[in-house]
């Protein structure tokens, strides 16, 4: 019996009078299986378990592939954008602007200030939206189901914000080469400022539900830490890394679409655990309200799209009727304006770190290779790590508060 | 006010009198069954989200009956596959089907999961109804609240309005011979 | 810390036979190697007193089947935090010897990104703890990035080519 249950074991390999004779005939195999509640996404671990203690976890991820970076290969550039929509799906527009902001790189094409600071709002809304799914959605996993009700109200919010600007909720398809493809209108305008006055009341009564509650504190704190250098080497980005210590964000060291003109803090934890990541994440969400305020503040007047008529469709009332417009449509459409030969990296700080593009262009229509740097799929590596030694529960919470989605994870 | 259209629900046919009413029991348990459905939220990706946002208050899938989300197939009513289902989930997917309990429902939600949606590829399979059989399909992507919520409304008549040996009937069986369900 | 020091550096430390094919992309310095080189050179920069490029951003594969002394690449992305300074290292095999020593013995991140060059491309990484598909299935028996592959699944009955005009 004893035999078996060693060839089933990921100890396989070791000898076993390495492993302690009483120890064996203890252990258990839990699956945490693709299907589990909490819907954070479809992975799996496949836990060792001494009674509650987790010693090891085996990960299979690939559940929901769906090829991207092959389908990628067969789109024109501009149609690639619906598939960074679903990569993660809780901040679409962030992945958006970062795909735009890539292929103006590669084309040379510069963004007016106006269209990069609605491109700003846009972006800090989607952090936002994707901040209060997590930090609402850790807070269910310990029992507290009230604030993510609360929350989630203002994310319909967030979601209307969205429609104004792109017309969808979710895989919104934000925005083109070259800027947007609408100004922001005045009702959005509206809504903006309704999120701006009313909903720092609401996070702030989130907060006092969670922040401070003990039962919350007992279950997150010193629970699937991660030391900053283990951190950095297994490559996390993003809110996971700055709860680890490490103030590493994109907007800061590598700013893009006029985020030097904001100011703003990046806020930094100390240990790394799941509170730290909660309080980051919190404190983020704090941060992407002010950003939203200077922006919309500081909204500098100017066209809401670059002077590229090789790569920006016309507007549709010129084409009707102006004959270069016409032209430039069907080039554009039909794919007979190539790209510039080259390989370009651009990377943006999403909601879970540094989301890179690496793109790979030999001319034509489509790109040659495109690679996403997806921060979730690299972080999650750490998981069997966080979790060595704590129990079942904390192993769920540190799964819940490292915001791995699925999309991303895979892709 | 007065000129909202209130629509008020009809009592199943029957024969009322004094604290008494007789009705045909498949209405009755049809009745029951479709306003208590408890729904497996099998949410794999962005479809996934429009279902959180469906249950949460804004839209509140709770309203139809389905308070509490089951994530044990055995005590669950309907599947919603919601999201992208790949070649390597389809296994999953097709166990979780098989240990739900009858009477159970399946609603597709989102274009994925109808057909494979956007995913033409390698790893995606097209459509969960090569499978297992779906009773209501929600195209989008993805769907709005609303539809899903319609698509949810659907399968509350299918549930009102079954008969309640269709379980047993040779056409069922057959239905589920032809996915090497026995 | 420019990129002209950065190149000058590497080509004096391991000479030009492994260190060639010095461009700058956008203002990204590219440094292509050899099998040989790219694990020493790894540690050299992670070690580096100034340069300090301590962690791997990215690794991916690519394939040109055009070029069979090259076919198949390897691109790795270096940043250096502390300098803000970032770095791509590539490194190219053909189809008969496509084999790539690891990284993962000092980034841990590389695991899986090694795993998903391997599941997608075939390159096989010499030293790898688990060189096995991490995206696809385990009975998938080609490698599907590729391009000789088609995007869609060629084993499918029921959409008929003809039909889409395919």
Known sequence: MSEIALVSSPFVGLEKAQLDKKYVNELTTLNLGPTHPATHGIFQNILTMDGETIIDAEQTVGYIHRAFEKIAERRPLYQITTLTDRMNYCSSPINNMGWHMTVEKLLGVEVPKRAQYIRVIMMELARLADHIICNSILAVDTGALTGFLYVMQWREHIYEIYEEMCGARLTTNMGRCGGMERDLSKEAIRKIQVLLDDFPPVLREFESLVKRNRIFMDRTIDVGAISAERALNYGFTGPNLRAAGVDYDVRAMNPYSSYEDFDFEVPVGTKGDTYDRFLVRGEEMWQSLKIIKQALNNLPEGPFHADAPHYYLPDKNEVYSNMEALIYHFKIVMGEIDAPVGEVYHSVEGGNGELGFYLVSDGGRAPYRLKFRRPCYIYYQAFPEMIKGSTLSDAIVTMSSMNVIAGELDA | ?182 | MTNEQIAQDLVAQFGEDNIFGIVENYGLLNVTTTTDTIVPLMHYLYQHPTFKFQFLTDLGGIHFPDVPSHEFGVIYHLHSLENNVRLIIKLYVTRENIVVPTITGLYACANWMEREAFDFFGIMFLGHPKMERVLNDEEMDYHPMRKEYPLEDATRQDKIDALFGR
């Open chain 2, 1 to 182: 006010m007065s000129d909202r259209i209130i629509k008020t629900v009809d009592a199943p046919e029957g024969i009322e009198g004094q604290g008494f009413f007789a009705g045909k029991l498949d209405d009755l348990v049809g009745l029951a069954r479709a306003n208590s459905l408890w729904p497996l939220p099998f949410a794999t990706s962005c479809c996934g989200i429009e279902f959180m946002a469906t249950m949460a208050s804004h839209y509140d899938i709770s309203r139809f009956g389905s308070e509490r989300m089951s994530f044990s197939a055995r005590q669950a009513d309907i599947l919603m596959v919601m999201g992208t289902i790949s070649k390597k989930m389809g296994p999953i997917l097709k166990q979780v089907y098989l240990q739900m309990a009858e009477p159970r429902w399946v609603l597709s939600v989102g274009a994925c999961a109808c057909s494979g949606g956007i995913f033409d590829t390698y790893s995606v399979l097209q459509g969960i109804d090569r499978i297992i059989p779906v009773d209501v399909y929600v195209p989008g992507c993805p769907p709005r609240p609303e539809q899903i919520l319609d698509g949810f409304m659907q399968i509350q008549e299918i549930a009102k309005s079954e008969q309640r040996r269709r379980r047993e009937s040779p056409e069922y069986k057959a239905l589920l011979a032809s996915y090497g369900i026995e």
